[in-house]
Structure formats: structure tokens, C-alpha cells
């Protein structure tokens, strides 16, 4: 009889470890699933945040890029007629905008002398009729520039002959608010014959961008085509380049950020930062009409609370897996003794 239950005893233990064993492997495999599906869940949470949001930028510098190329559409309809005619005509439309519009500065027109008057034969010398907000106020003013020559910020533009979204550069009457600027050529049967653009005030999209928190401790900025904080919560960031400051320089290195900004791409990737604490950046571009030179709004989210879920539905596996083994044991030593008991 003795032998007969060290029989069955070894084969209740050799159930019980391979039960054991299946029971480990199964919570372990659980446990790391349900971690790396929390893990996927998140980036892709952040990613969709981070699209959504540079969407949003998107579409208000888009309807602003609209009100630059209409202006550069309608002076068509009007550039027949004289000079008073046609300023006085853009004067209360200029005035309209920037009524309606509080994020615009300045809206401005540059006409070719050589497509206004006959007799004007060089190939520079415009026209130029400004409406801007100063004190309060808003004001006009019209002058002929260029009569010399182009300078090359203008000479530029008319050469390229696109739509543009200017780098962000402060502003000398609004106290030194961050400031971009969009235009729209003007071509008829192909020639160039002007240009029309806006100044627009970029510190509204701080609030914005500061409100992007999809994770604890996440943070979101809004970069220019060359990399120029638009966006940070460190407010001494803005206006300043990335690759001024060291950590971002090195990701900016490592990561290709630029370059991908240009080629329009959305990317991510993990990296640590400058505390070692890990974090993971989705970048969106904003790309704004046709002028091929995207900007980006991105997310930052530390790992650490990207997975705080994932770990916290890790440890309860855990605790339950070790809980049901030693729950186990108790049931199999209660067994081994009523087995005693039956064989005494």
C-alpha cells in the first residue's frame, strides 16, 4: 500500500508542476500581451492626438491662406482700373479683414510698375499699399518701392513665383509677438504682376498647444520648416532654433527631424531625454497651401506614464498568478493529507 501512494503522490506532483508551469507560462504570456497591446493602444492614441491637432493649426492657416489668395485672384478683376479706383476699393477690403480678423496684423499688396503703367519698362519698381493695426489703430499707407532694384527677400519670392509661409520672425509694433507672414502671387497669362500677403500674430497657438496633454507629464510643440520653436512650454524656447539647444541638436541628428519635416512626413520614435527618462515623440507636419515648406506640431509622452496602465494590469496578473498558485498548494497539501488519512 505504501508503494502505491508514493505512486500516486508522484503522479499528483508531476500534475501539479505541469499544471504550475502551464499556469506561469499562461499569465506571463497574458501579462506581456495585454502590456505590449497597452503599449500599441497609446502610441497610437498620441499619434492620432498629434495628427488631429496639427489639423487643426492646419485649418486655420489654410482659411488664412485662403484670404491672401482670394485678394491675388480679385485684383485681376480689378487691375483695369486707375490707380485711386483700385485703392480705394482694396482700402475698405483690407479694412474688412483685419476688422473680422484680430490674428492679422497686416494685409499688403505689391503690384509691378511695369503692369500698371506703360511706360515703366524695367524689370523692378512696384506699387505697395499697406493696412495695418498700430496702438489700436488701424492705418494705411501706400508708396513705390523697388524703384532701383528688387531686394532679395522680395526678389525671392517673385523668382519662385508660389505661395509662401514666411519663418517666424518678432514682430517690431506688437511688442515683439512671434509673427509669420503668407502670400500669394499674382500671374496673368503667365507674367508675374505682384504679390499679395498677410502678417499674422503666431502667440495664439501657445494656449492652444499648451492644452495637448493626451498622457500625465506630456507635452506638445509646434516647429517652423527650419526648425524654429513656435510652440513650447518653456516660453524661453520660442523664437529659438532646435539645434540650438544641445538635446534637441542630438535628436535632430539622430532622428532626421528636419529632413523629414520637409519630405512632409509623419514619424515618431522613443529616445530618452536629457533626465534619462524615456519619452515618446509623434510628429505631424502642417502643411499650408502650396507652399511646400511643411512645419510640424509634435507630442511628447514619458513611457513611463504610457505604460503606467499596461504595468498596473501587469503587477495585478502577477499578484493573482502567485495568489492562485499558493492557493494551490494549500488545496494539494489538504489532498495529500486526506489520502493519509484514507490509506492509515
Given at each position: 500500500m505504501v508503494f502505491k501512494l508514493k505512486i500516486r503522490q508522484k503522479i499528483q506532483l508531476f500534475i501539479?508542476?505541469?499544471?504550475?508551469?502551464?499556469?506561469?507560462?499562461?499569465?506571463?504570456?497574458?501579462?506581456?500581451?495585454?502590456?505590449?497591446?497597452?503599449?500599441?493602444?497609446?502610441?497610437?492614441?498620441?499619434?492620432?492626438?498629434?495628427?488631429?491637432?496639427?489639423?487643426?493649426?492646419?485649418?486655420?492657416?489654410?482659411s488664412e491662406m485662403s484670404i491672401v489668395r482670394t485678394f491675388s485672384q480679385a485684383f485681376l478683376e480689378y487691375h483695369?482700373?486707375?490707380?485711386?479706383?483700385?485703392?480705394?476699393?482694396?482700402?475698405?477690403?483690407?479694412?474688412?479683414?483685419?476688422?473680422?480678423?484680430?490674428?492679422?496684423?497686416?494685409?499688403?499688396?505689391?503690384w509691378e510698375l511695369s503692369n500698371l503703367d506703360p511706360t515703366w519698362t524695367k524689370p523692378y519698381g512696384r506699387e505697395f499699399f499697406l493696412c495695418w493695426r498700430e496702438d489700436g489703430e488701424?492705418?494705411?499707407?501706400?508708396?513705390?518701392?523697388?524703384?532701383?532694384?528688387?531686394?532679395?527677400?522680395?526678389?525671392?519670392?517673385?523668382?519662385?513665383?508660389l505661395e509662401n509661409i514666411a519663418e517666424p520672425y518678432l514682430s517690431t509694433l506688437q511688442k515683439g509677438g512671434l509673427?509669420?507672414?503668407?502670400?500669394?502671387?499674382?500671374f496673368e497669362k503667365g507674367k508675374y504682376i505682384?504679390?499679395?500677403?498677410?502678417?499674422?500674430?503666431?502667440?495664439?497657438?501657445?494656449?492652444?498647444?499648451?492644452?495637448?496633454?493626451?498622457?500625465?507629464?506630456?507635452?506638445?510643440?509646434?516647429?517652423?520648416?527650419?526648425?524654429?520653436?513656435?510652440?513650447?512650454?518653456?516660453?524661453?524656447?520660442?523664437?529659438?532654433?532646435?539645434?540650438?539647444?544641445d538635446f534637441s541638436k542630438k535628436l535632430n541628428e539622430k532622428f532626421k527631424i528636419l529632413d523629414k519635416i520637409h519630405k512632409g512626413e509623419s514619424f515618431s520614435f522613443t529616445a530618452k531625454n536629457e533626465n534619462g527618462e524615456e519619452y515618446y515623440y509623434s510628429?505631424?507636419?502642417?502643411?499650408?497651401?502650396?507652399?511646400?515648406?511643411?512645419?510640424?506640431?509634435a507630442i511628447a509622452v514619458p513611457m513611463k506614464a504610457m505604460l503606467s496602465q499596461a504595468n498596473h494590469a501587469y503587477n495585478i496578473s502577477i499578484i493573482t498568478g502567485i495568489i492562485g498558485l499558493l492557493r494551490s498548494e494549500e488545496h494539494t497539501s489538504e489532498l495529500q493529507s486526506l489520502v493519509k488519512i484514507s490509506y492509515a
Open positions: 501539479l508542476s505541469t499544471a504550475i508551469i502551464i499556469f506561469i507560462v499562461t499569465i506571463g504570456y497574458i501579462s506581456i500581451s495585454a502590456r505590449q497591446m497597452a503599449t500599441s493602444s497609446a502610441t497610437k492614441l498620441t499619434d492620432a492626438r498629434a495628427e488631429e491637432s496639427a489639423l487643426n493649426i492646419e485649418g486655420k492657416l489654410n483695369s482700373l486707375t490707380r485711386e479706383q483700385r485703392k480705394s476699393i482694396f482700402s475698405q477690403m483690407y479694412l474688412r479683414v483685419l476688422e473680422r480678423n484680430p490674428q492679422i496684423d497686416a494685409i499688403w499688396g505689391s488701424i492705418k494705411t499707407k501706400a508708396e513705390l518701392r523697388s524703384l532701383t532694384g528688387d531686394p532679395p527677400h522680395y526678389a525671392a519670392m517673385k523668382a519662385a513665383g509673427m509669420t507672414t503668407l502670400v500669394s502671387p499674382m505682384g504679390l499679395i500677403g498677410i502678417d499674422l500674430l503666431l502667440t495664439r497657438f501657445q494656449e492652444y498647444v499648451n492644452q495637448i496633454k493626451p498622457f500625465e507629464s506630456s507635452y506638445a510643440f509646434m516647429i517652423s520648416a527650419s526648425g524654429m520653436y513656435v510652440a513650447y512650454p518653456d516660453t524661453s524656447h520660442i523664437g529659438k532654433n532646435l539645434n540650438e539647444f510628429f505631424s507636419t502642417i502643411q499650408v497651401g502650396q507652399t511646400g515648406t511643411p512645419w510640424a506640431l
